[in-house]
C-alpha cells in the first residue's frame, strides 16, 4: 500500500514534497524506496522517532492498532503515531478485527486517489499558502 501512495504522490507533485519511507519490514521500506521515496528506515526505533518531525503520516488505519498488521505494529509503534502531533490521513483497510461503520468498501486505488485530492492536496495548499 505504501508503494502504491508514494507513487501517485510523486507522480502528482514530483520532487516539490519529500517523503519518508518509514516501513514495519525491510521489504515495506524497499519498495517504497522503489516508488521514489526520499529516504526511508524500518523498525519500531524508526517509526517512534521519525513521527515527531513529519508533517503528515499516511497509512492504513491498523499503524494506531497495537499488535496489528500479524503483529508487526507494536503497542509503542501505535502509541507513538497516535500521540504524534503530525496530521494523520489513515486509510480504511480492514485487515484486522476492526470494521469502521459507514465507511463504504472502496478498491484501494480509488482510496489513494480519494486520500490525494479529499485530504492531503487542502493539506498542502494550505501549507503553501502560509
Not at 29 to 44: C, P, Y
Request: aromatic share 2%; net charge negative; glycine share 6%.
Amino acid at each position: 500500500m505504501g508503494s502504491a501512495v508514494i507513487k501517485k504522490i510523486k507522480d502528482l507533485y514530483q520532487e516539490s514534497i519529500e517523503i519518508l519511507a518509514i516501513g514495519t519490514n525491510a521489504i515495506a521500506t524497499s519498495q517504497m524506496l522503489k516508488a521514489r521515496a526520499n529516504r526511508g528506515a524500518t523498525g519500531e526505533n524508526a517509526i517512534c522517532v521519525t513521527v515527531k518531525t513529519v508533517d503528515v503520516i499516511i497509512g492504513p488505519l491498523a499503524i494506531i492498532i497495537a499488535d496489528a498488521m500479524m503483529g508487526e505494529v507494536t503497542s509503542e509503534m501505535a502509541r507513538a503515531i497516535s500521540a504524534s502531533p503530525a496530521k494523520k490521513i489513515l486509510i480504511p483497510l480492514s485487515q484486522e478485527n476492526v470494521e469502521i461503520a459507514g465507511a463504504p468498501h472502496i478498491p484501494l486505488p480509488h482510496l489513494i486517489d480519494l486520500l490525494i485530492e479529499e485530504n492531503l492536496k487542502p493539506y498542502i495548499d494550505r501549507t503553501e499558502a502560509d
